[in-house]
């Protein structure tokens, strides 16, 4: 029993009042149906009033990374995203006792600091954020029939033989050059597509293939055969919203012409610069996934286009804003 666990504290009171009436170490040890040596600690333990009668508490080597070390280990994280073997040499340089690299490993990860992928982010700067906080500030509290009123669009490219993203399969170690564990690729990456769509709240919109690169004399040609009839027929009285990201064709000088051309028949939706786009996929699987039986479903993905804008640390403090997307 002593070996396998530690002693309870009934068990110890037990052997230092048989201790101190006068009971041998051998006739304890057999009474409790422990070792000799936990008897002898135990006793020894609450004579010198240490307060440590655990036989298992010095059972390991001390850490060789001590708790002050650690602290250290932490800030150099911290400061820069070292490997292990920086991070070691960092370490040994103020310590006279070398550490080798596997036990910088096995406190990175007792601490928590695991090493994952990076994260990929727009780069942003403070004009930037600036304006992603006051587009969420204006757009945070739109109300449902206030988005309904806007057509989102966006162009996608989807490749044609091969995988872009991580894809990970289960096999043996000798099963790496299987059929059904290999993918195969061609010369130049075998070709792909690209679609330009738009979504509105009450149906899909069109889906238009886009030949070669999306320029702005193409873009032009799809905003005008596309965007100009489209935007007519779903609002007729005029007050329907267009939405664009900041794409270079987007934003060039005969697009935005156009727009302010016919300014008066649909407005168009000011996007922050720089902004994540990948929310609209999610959107457009969102909607064509449920067909429409939860409206309050519905807003909240269409707001949560708004709240994205309040990313990195910035905070919507102020009250609500009253604007609306219509004029």
């Given at each position: 029993?002593?070996?396998?666990?530690?002693?309870?504290?009934?068990?110890?009171g037990?052997?230092?009042?048989?201790?101190?009436?006068?009971?041998?170490?051998?006739?304890?040890?057999?009474?409790?149906?422990?070792?000799?040596?936990?008897?002898?600690?135990?006793?020894?333990?609450?004579?010198?009033?240490?307060g440590?009668?655990?036989?298992?508490?010095?059972?390991?080597?001390?850490?060789?990374?001590?708790?002050?070390?650690?602290?250290?280990?932490?800030?150099?994280?911290?400061?820069?995203?070292?490997?292990?073997?920086?991070?070691?040499?960092?370490?040994?340089?103020?310590?006279?006792?070398?550490?080798?690299?596997?036990?910088?490993?096995?406190?990175?990860?007792?601490?928590?600091?695991?090493?994952?992928?990076?994260?990929?982010?727009?780069?942003?700067?403070?004009?930037?954020?600036?304006?992603?906080?006051?587009?969420?500030?204006?757009?945070?509290?739109?109300?449902?029939?206030?988005?309904?009123?806007?057509?989102?669009?966006?162009?996608?490219?989807?490749?044609?033989?091969?995988?872009?993203?991580?894809?990970?399969?289960r096999?043996?170690?000798?099963?790496n050059?299987?059929?059904?564990?290999?993918?195969?690729?061609?010369?130049?990456?075998?070709?792909?597509?690209?679609?330009?769509?738009?979504f509105?709240?009450?149906?899909?919109?069109?889906?238009?293939?886009?030949e070669?690169?999306?320029?702005?004399?193409?873009?032009?040609?799809?905003?005008?055969?596309?965007?100009?009839?489209?935007?007519a027929t779903?609002?007729?009285?005029?007050?329907?919203?267009?939405?664009?990201?900041?794409a270079?064709?987007?934003?060039?000088?005969?697009?935005?012409?156009?727009?302010?051309?016919?300014?008066?028949?649909?407005?168009?939706?000011?996007?922050?610069?720089n902004?994540?786009?990948?929310?609209?996929?999610?959107?457009?699987?969102?909607?064509?996934?449920d067909?429409?039986?939860?409206?309050?479903?519905?807003?909240?993905i269409?707001?949560?286009?708004?709240?994205?804008?309040?990313?990195?640390?910035?905070?919507?403090?102020?009250?609500?804003?009253?604007?609306?997307?219509?004029?």
């Amino acid at each position: 029993m002593g070996k396998s666990r530690d002693l309870t504290d009934i068990e110890k009171g037990m052997i230092i009042g048989d201790r101190a009436r006068g009971g041998s170490i051998s006739e304890t040890a057999a009474f409790m149906k422990c070792s000799r040596s936990a008897v002898m600690n135990v006793y020894n333990n609450w004579k010198n009033q240490e307060g440590v009668m655990s036989r298992r508490a010095n059972c390991w080597a001390p850490r060789a990374i001590n708790d002050r070390s650690e602290r250290r280990l932490r800030r150099l994280v911290k400061c820069d995203r070292y490997t292990v073997d920086t991070l070691t040499a960092q370490i040994n340089q103020q310590c006279t006792r070398k550490l080798p690299g596997t036990t910088v490993q096995c406190t990175l990860l007792r601490i928590g600091l695991r090493s994952r992928r990076l994260i990929s982010a727009p780069m942003l700067t403070s004009v930037h954020r600036k304006k992603r906080r006051a587009f969420a500030l204006q757009h945070k509290h739109c109300t449902l029939e206030q988005w309904k009123k806007v057509a989102f669009s966006d162009e996608s490219r989807f490749l044609l033989h091969r995988i872009d993203g991580r894809c990970r399969i289960r096999r043996e170690t000798s099963g790496n050059k299987l059929p059904e564990t290999t993918v195969g690729h061609q010369q130049g990456g075998g070709g792909s597509v690209m679609v330009w769509v738009m979504f509105p709240w009450h149906a899909l919109g069109p889906l238009i293939p886009v030949e070669g690169t999306l320029n702005s004399c193409a873009y032009l040609s799809i905003v005008a055969d596309q965007i100009h009839p489209y935007m007519a027929t779903m609002y007729p009285a005029n007050y329907g919203v267009f939405r664009q990201d900041n794409a270079t064709c987007h934003v060039s000088k005969i697009v935005r012409a156009w727009f302010e051309e016919h300014n008066e028949e649909f407005q168009l939706l000011p996007w922050p610069s720089n902004s994540q786009t990948s929310t609209l996929a999610k959107i457009c699987g969102n909607i064509s996934i449920d067909t429409y039986d939860s409206k309050t479903l519905h807003l909240r993905i269409f707001t949560s286009n708004a709240i994205l804008c309040c990313s990195h640390g910035h905070r919507c403090m102020s009250p609500p804003s009253k604007h609306t997307l219509s004029p």
